[in-house]
């Protein structure tokens, strides 16, 4: 899931394996043989994973949501939903100069947009076989967001999260930026057209998933969701701080 926000207010598989699969459409990769272990005991037919990001200003007021719901079928994650909107933040709360220029998002298309506990409630009611699992990148800030957000959203507020930043920080130790955009260029990922809009950062998000669960099954790091949980995962009855405006901006 991915969102955006203005004022105050989502391996050892090759790129050249992934790159002509994503350009032409395909939704889903094949897993390792750890990965088919966790997702027979963890995400029985029936169960799955939703990819989400949410993108904020300071304080966090989303204007924008953004998810996949990717299911495993056989040795595949397939992608079986997706779901975006608009939103508006309150009367007080104007689209930034940052937001038009980095996310092309301005005030006269919000203007019509649902409020926020709106369209997070509609996303909400599509969520109707968990368990599931968020993924998302730095997903303390969709955490925080989500937890505020809990009285229109319940099922989203009670899903444990995973968090791609941690994934990445165990998977690549040493890394320069363990940004988004860095690590597509570390993986060889192109960076989409729209980069730093709610549904571009989703797609790519998954992608740089697949990566460091291959990187991670291939070295032995997990073979149980317990162990995936105990490096990335984030349980949702944690109420983190919101990171500095610094930190943000260099992840997102």
Same mark, same amino acid.
């Given at each position: 899931?991915?969102?955006?926000?203005?004022?105050?207010?989502?391996?050892?598989?090759?790129?050249?394996?992934?790159?002509?699969?994503?350009?032409?459409?395909?939704?889903?990769?094949?897993?390792?043989?750890?990965?088919?272990?966790?997702?027979?005991?963890?995400?029985?037919?029936?169960?799955?994973?939703?990819?989400?990001?949410?993108?904020?200003?300071?304080?966090?007021?989303?204007?924008?949501?953004?998810?996949?719901?990717?299911?495993?079928?056989?040795?595949?994650?397939?992608?079986?939903?997706?779901?975006?909107?608009?939103?508006?933040?309150?009367?007080?709360?104007?689209?930034?100069?940052?937001?038009?220029?980095?996310?092309?998002?301005?005030?006269?298309?919000?203007?019509?947009?649902?409020?926020?506990?709106?369209?997070?409630?509609?996303?909400?009611?599509?969520?109707?076989?968990?368990?599931?699992?968020?993924?998302?990148?730095?997903?303390?800030?969709?955490? +925080?967001?989500?937890?505020?957000?809990?009285?229109?959203?319940?099922?989203?507020?009670?899903?444990?999260?995973?968090?791609?930043?941690?994934?990445?920080?165990?998977?690549?130790?040493?890394? +320069?930026?363990?940004?988004?955009?860095?690590?597509?260029?570390?993986?060889?990922?192109?960076?989409?057209?729209?980069?730093?809009?709610?549904?571009?950062?989703?797609?790519?998000?998954?992608?740089?998933?697949?990566?460091?669960?291959?990187?991670?099954?291939?070295?032995?790091?997990?073979?149980?969701?317990?162990?995936?949980?105990?490096?990335?995962?984030?349980?949702?009855?944690?109420?983190?701080?919101?990171?500095?405006?610094?930190?943000?901006?260099?992840?997102?």
């Amino acid at each position: 899931m991915s969102t955006a926000a203005p004022g105050r207010d989502g391996r050892f598989l090759p790129a050249a394996y992934w790159e002509p699969l994503w350009a032409g459409g395909r939704r889903y990769r094949q897993v390792c043989t750890a990965e088919k272990q966790l997702m027979a005991e963890h995400l029985a037919p029936g169960k799955g994973r939703l990819a989400l990001d949410i993108g904020t200003g300071r304080p966090a007021e989303p204007i924008e949501v953004a998810a996949l719901a990717l299911r495993p079928v056989g040795d595949r994650l397939v992608e079986v939903g997706r779901f975006e909107d608009l939103m508006r933040p309150p009367a007080d709360v104007p689209v930034t100069a940052r937001d038009v220029q980095l996310k092309g998002i301005t005030q006269q298309m919000i203007s019509t947009a649902r409020p926020a506990a709106e369209v997070l409630a509609r996303l909400d009611a599509r969520l109707t076989a968990p368990p599931y699992r968020l993924v998302a990148h730095h997903a303390s800030t969709e955490a +925080g967001i989500i937890g505020r957000q809990a009285e229109h959203c319940p099922v989203l507020a009670g899903t444990p999260l995973l968090d791609t930043l941690r994934l990445a920080k165990a998977v690549v130790p040493g890394l +320069g930026s363990y940004g988004l955009d860095g690590l597509l260029g570390y993986y060889g990922i192109p960076k989409p057209a729209g980069r730093h809009r709610a549904m571009p950062d989703v797609e790519v998000t998954t992608q740089v998933l697949a990566r460091l669960l291959d990187d991670g099954c291939a070295d032995g790091r997990w073979s149980t969701l317990l162990e995936l949980d105990a490096v990335a995962g984030l349980q949702p009855n944690r109420r983190p701080h919101a990171a500095p405006e610094a930190e943000q901006r260099a992840l997102f």
